[in-house]
């Protein structure tokens, strides 16, 4: 019986095969739609957690001002000086580097062209910290540091708009006044999870920066890298306890800096995508509502049209719960073919999307069987009144039908 009555619905979503297409259209855009938004928010969520993790190990800023991230809160606070890194470095357990940092953004110039970027100053451990790589060339070593050299390396973006194909190690690349040689060029890091090309960079010794470019010994950012098995919260701690002796902030005052480790930015920003991907996963989720509000209609349609036809089948003998069923069955074929349809599409679509995301592809089996299983449960509720009313018809009545 389960066979025949699942080739009977067959025959009837085959005689009315475009008005079967439309009716599962709804599903199959619902089932994609979810699929699609959970496959891209996944892998969305995994390119921030990598772009976070290419920031550096481990690593801790420290910013003054009360706010820390790409608008950071620094008007009117006091600013760090190389002294307080060499004391966090010196001073505290748990830390493998520290690099002061300081940043000014300049015009760079080299022949005829000519690119606006930001010039990092910084010590070697900037490299550690950072989890930099030098792609062609050399870091400064401890005598440029001290020395304040004009020697620089710059990231993969200088490289592609200033030199083009030409090797830039050993050239002068001028920074506003003053030249600098380029001594390396750093492995590309790509695009950083709050938009931030990283490429586009200079970085030169900490004391050539403040004498050439800021016109003083100020240093904007403390970058921290803890050392493997320390504390992480830990460390965070004592570098505020230490920065609140050194800056002499009394016990009621509040701290005049901030303090932010990769993890807590990695958690923020993978918390929204995630957040975000169920907020569009839900409403996506709507369109399977709708798609079950059509099965419903279609099929209250297709009782009223075949009535003589139950009719017959009542008066000849048929139980009503083999009427029952076959209606069923036929609302739970078409929810499932959309299902299916809905599936193969959103692997399409979800794949197109994350390559022009530029994230990667992370296509979840569970969450497809979830949504094909919820289109197949909705072919069941919504076809459930249909079928039950073919099967509560009257054969006398339904025989007199026209």
Same mark, same amino acid.
């Given at each position: 019986?389960?066979?025949?009555?699942?080739?009977?619905?067959?025959?009837?979503?085959?005689?009315?095969?475009?008005?079967?297409?439309?009716?599962?259209?709804?599903?199959?855009?619902?089932?994609?739609?979810?699929?699609?938004?959970?496959?891209?928010?996944?892998?969305?969520?995994?390119?921030?957690?990598?772009?976070?993790?290419?920031?550096?190990?481990?690593?801790?800023?420290?910013?003054?001002?009360?706010?820390?991230?790409?608008?950071?809160?620094?008007?009117?606070?006091?600013?760090?000086?190389?002294?307080?890194?060499?004391?966090?470095?010196? #001073?505290?357990?748990?830390?493998?580097?520290?690099?002061?940092?300081?940043?000014?953004?300049?015009?760079?110039?080299?022949?005829?062209?000519?690119?606006?970027?930001?010039?990092?100053?910084?010590?070697?451990?900037?490299?550690?910290?950072?989890?930099?790589?030098?792609?062609?060339?050399?870091?400064?070593?401890?005598?440029?540091?001290?020395?304040?050299?004009?020697?620089?390396?710059?990231?993969?973006?200088?490289?592609?708009?200033?030199?083009?194909?030409?090797?830039?190690?050993?050239? #002068?690349?001028?920074?506003?006044?003053?030249?600098?040689?380029?001594?390396?060029?750093?492995?590309?890091?790509?695009?950083?999870?709050?938009?931030?090309? #990283?490429?586009?960079?200079?970085?030169?010794?900490?004391?050539?920066?403040?004498?050439?470019?800021?016109?003083?010994?100020?240093?904007?950012?403390?970058?921290?890298?803890?050392?493997?098995?320390?504390?992480?919260?830990? =460390?965070?701690?004592?570098?505020?306890?230490?920065?609140?002796?050194?800056?002499?902030?009394?016990?009621?005052?509040?701290?005049?800096?901030?303090?932010?480790?990769?993890?807590?930015?990695?958690?923020?920003? @993978?918390?929204?995508?995630?957040?975000?991907?169920?907020?569009?996963?839900?409403?996506?989720?709507?369109?399977?509502?709708?798609?079950?509000?059509?099965?419903?209609?279609?099929?209250?349609?297709?009782?009223?049209?075949?009535?003589?036809?139950?009719?017959?089948?009542?008066?000849?003998?048929?139980?009503?719960?083999? =009427?029952?069923? #076959?209606?069923?069955?036929?609302?739970?074929?078409?929810?499932?073919?959309?299902?299916?349809?809905? =599936?193969?599409?959103?692997?399409?679509? @979800?794949?197109?999307?994350?390559?022009?995301?530029?994230?990667?592809?992370?296509?979840?089996?569970?969450?497809?069987?979830?949504?094909?299983?919820?289109?197949?449960?909705?072919?069941?509720?919504?076809?459930?009144?249909?079928?039950?009313?073919?099967?509560?018809?009257?054969?006398?009545?339904?025989?007199?039908?026209?």
């Amino acid at each position: 019986m389960g066979w025949s009555t699942f080739w009977l619905a067959l025959r009837e979503i085959r005689r009315n095969l475009m008005r079967s297409f439309l009716t599962v259209l709804g599903i199959v855009i619902g089932v994609a739609a979810v699929i699609t938004m959970v496959t891209v928010g996944n892998g969305a969520t995994r390119a921030v957690s990598d772009q976070i993790s290419s920031l550096g190990s481990n690593l801790v800023m420290v910013r003054p001002g009360q706010r820390l991230g790409p608008v950071s809160d620094t008007a009117g606070a006091q600013m760090f000086k190389e002294a307080d890194a060499q004391a966090l470095a010196t #001073q505290l357990a748990g830390i493998s580097a520290v690099a002061p940092a300081q940043s000014a953004g300049v015009t760079a110039v080299y022949g005829g062209r000519n690119w606006a970027t930001r010039v990092t100053g910084s010590t070697a451990e900037y490299f550690h910290t950072n989890n930099w790589r030098v792609a062609q060339g050399r870091v400064f070593n401890e005598a440029e540091e001290r020395a304040g050299a004009s020697v620089c390396l710059i990231g993969e973006t200088i490289r592609h708009e200033l030199f083009g194909r030409q090797d830039p190690v050993g050239e #002068q690349l001028r920074v506003r006044k003053f030249s600098c040689q380029v001594i390396g060029v750093l492995a590309s890091k790509g695009q950083a999870a709050i938009g931030q090309d #990283q490429d586009d960079t200079i970085v030169m010794p900490l004391h050539a920066v403040q004498r050439r470019l800021t016109g003083n010994q100020n240093v904007g950012t403390l970058l921290v890298s803890v050392a493997d098995g320390a504390d992480a919260e830990r =460390v965070k701690r004592s570098i505020g306890e230490l920065l609140r002796e050194r800056r002499k902030l009394a016990a009621g005052e509040e701290d005049n800096f901030s303090i932010m480790d990769t993890r807590q930015i990695a958690d923020a920003l @993978s918390g929204t995508t995630k957040v975000m991907t169920m907020l569009l996963g839900a409403v996506a989720g709507v369109s399977l509502l709708v798609g079950g509000i059509g099965i419903m209609n279609i099929m209250l349609v297709s009782v009223t049209e075949r009535t003589r036809e139950i009719g017959v089948r009542l008066a000849i003998g048929a139980l009503e719960r083999e =009427v029952l069923l #076959q209606f069923l069955v036929e609302a739970v074929v078409l929810s499932s073919a959309g299902g299916l349809a809905g =599936v193969g599409l959103a692997v399409v679509a @979800s794949y197109v999307l994350a390559s022009l995301m530029g994230v990667p592809f992370l296509f979840d089996a569970g969450i497809a069987l979830l949504a094909f299983g919820f289109s197949a449960a909705i072919g069941v509720l919504f076809g459930f009144a249909p079928a039950r009313r073919a099967a509560s018809l009257d054969p006398i009545e339904a025989l007199r039908h026209e």
